[in-house]
């Protein structure tokens, strides 16, 4: 009887969907909406934003690992306190370790990283995802709203440091014969508002080419 | 007129269903309905008792902006060669300042009104006039030494972003116009705010200090004006190009008033919150600017401009006539509370009419909760008052 039930690969068309939806057709802040906070706040740079979506990456995969792999042994009615204890567990770990290689970086993220504890997207996936899943599809699961995450953290960086500042990693691109020409770097796109109008706009831009993905009212 | 009209009526079968131009049908609906009063217009019997339409309402507002305009031109070209210290004549003052100011309008217009259409074009919705107010509005909230390109990037931000992406004319929540400042103000900071850019071409060696900036630097007991009251008044200080002449804009107010474009409510109101505002921030008087008599913020900076042109904007005013009280009174008090009390921000007319944009529909939400209210309150009473009867 064993032998008779076939195996799953791992990296069936299933699982490789969990790793790619969330970066187009369930992308976790332009679809689900959750993580807005962190991404208005650590996108004026690209070098940071990469950083925090990278610690994000790894706290989402490894906690829906752990909670998915507890998943039967939690009581219901205290799971938001076990979830929170992996969760911050993993955040203090991560942050340990930012600080120990990339310190300018943990400085400039200060408190952001700490907050991913609170991030929606977290507690979004485990609740949504890792309290009814197997504990390699939970982890791919959070692999990919890592990534999902990432991705739009990475183009809104990319546009805010580029021309709230002329840089990108800290390298100047845009070249001084356009400052001299009368260019100046737009402030605006260091502010935090910004980032939601280019989140706002990435939304826009993404209903237009998936019609399945505007509301119907 | 005549030829011009035959000359439509016979190119307009290439823009209907069918023709040719199909595509910019809106393109010649616009051009058409700018030219000749449309068909469509209301005569009788309907709940809309008017016989003009938008593109009058809004042609009547450009023509109350002339009077700033034109002051602007001169003022812009006076207070350039006044900071040089050289005596010229009225019409060398005219020509500079028109230099600087007519590609700033050309600028804003095109800009501006290229975006309107194609956005008409790809909805297939006929171009909305209301741009031809904001595309004069924009030049005139304006500093004369912007960089053009600036102008465009912000006009093109706040028809795109300010209106279109809430589906265009009579759907935006901000201001137009004032977006488009308010998005220089936070991306250019050097080139809106600080003592350099009120003049055009300023020469280093003269302050030209404006009015806000006296207020806003002054310390110990009283501020020390470099203006005097009727220079203010009348517009002969720097500023903005459009705003400084407060006699300029009342004969705009007038006109706009009369014909009953402009809502006297809101300009009252505004008046009276910055007076109210103004008289109880002097009874405090704890530093210099807060001595100032309360009737130096009508005359100051974009008091006037904003009172009568940005707050009484249709769209985005508080809509019932009793909210439009409350949300002019509120802009007038933020007004005075911006300037005075937020160091980073001189002027605070432009902030205290977008924020107030933002709360007109709640203002309007409690304005009609409040009448359902009472109206239920009268008919519970009245049911009471007949069963009563009935009983009897």
Partial sequence: MKDTKIKEPLFSAKNRKLLTAPLNKDNPITVQVLGICSALAVTAKLEPAIVMAVSVTVVVAFSNLVVSLLRNTIPPRIRIIVQLVVIAALVIVVDQILKAYVYNVSKQLSVFVGLIITNCIVMGRLEAFAMSHKPWESFLDGIGNGLGYGLILVVVAVFRELFGSGTLFGYHIIPQSFYDAGYANNGFFILPPMALILVGLIIWFQRSKNADLVDKS | ?392
């Fill in chain 2, 1 to 392: 007129m005549k030829s011009l009209r035959n000359y439509l009526d016979k190119i307009k079968p290439q823009f209907q269903k069918g023709g040719k131009y199909e595509k910019l049908h809106s393109t010649f609906d616009a051009f058409e309905t700018f030219l000749f009063v449309p068909p469509h217009t209301t005569h009788v019997g309907s709940h809309i008792r008017d016989a003009i339409d938008m593109k009058r309402t809004m042609s009547i507002v450009v023509i109350a902006l002339i009077p700033a305009l034109l002051f602007g031109i001169w003022n812009v070209g006076h207070q350039h060669f006044l900071s040089h210290a050289m005596d010229v004549g009225f019409w060398d003052k005219v020509g500079f300042g028109a230099l600087k100011v007519l590609p700033i309008v050309v600028v804003s217009y095109v800009v501006g009104l290229s975006i309107e259409f194609a956005f008409a074009q790809y909805r297939g919705h006929e171009v909305n006039e209301g741009f031809l107010v904001s595309g004069m509005l924009i030049p005139l909230v304006l500093p004369p030494d912007i960089p053009l390109w600036m102008v465009a990037v912000a006009t093109a931000f706040a028809v795109i972003i300010g209106k279109e992406v809430f589906g265009g004319t009579g759907m935006n929540i901000l201001n137009p116009a004032l977006t488009a400042r308010a998005f220089l103000f936070f991306a250019y900071p050097a080139f809106m705010s600080g003592d350099k850019v009120w003049i055009a071409e300023k020469a280093d060696t003269f302050s030209g200090a404006t009015p806000l900036a006296d207020a806003a630097i002054a310390t110990g007991g009283s501020v020390e004006f470099s203006h005097s009251l009727s220079d203010m008044f009348w517009g002969f200080i720097p500023g903005s190009i459009g705003e400084t002449s407060v006699v300029a804009i009342l004969i705009g107010a007038v006109i706009l008033l009369v014909t009953g474009v402009g809502s006297w409510r809101i300009m009252l109101s505004v008046i009276l919150g910055t007076t109210v505002a103004g008289l109880l921030v002097n009874l405090v008087g704890s530093n210099a600017y807060t001595n100032v008599p309360f009737y130096y913020h009508f005359l100051m900076g974009g008091f006037a401009f904003g009172t009568v042109f940005m707050a009484t904007d249709p769209v985005t005013a508080a809509q019932t006539n009793r909210g439009k009280w409350w949300f002019g009174f509120f802009i007038g008090v933020l007004v005075v509370i911006v300037r005075i009390f937020n160091p980073a921000y001189p002027e605070g007319v432009m902030l205290a009419i977008l924020l107030m944009n933002v709360f007109a529909p709640l203002i309007d939400h409690y304005v009609v909760e409040s009448n359902i209210k009472r109206r239920l309150k009268r008919a519970k009473a009245n049911t009471k008052l007949q069963t009563k009867v009935g009983a009897v």
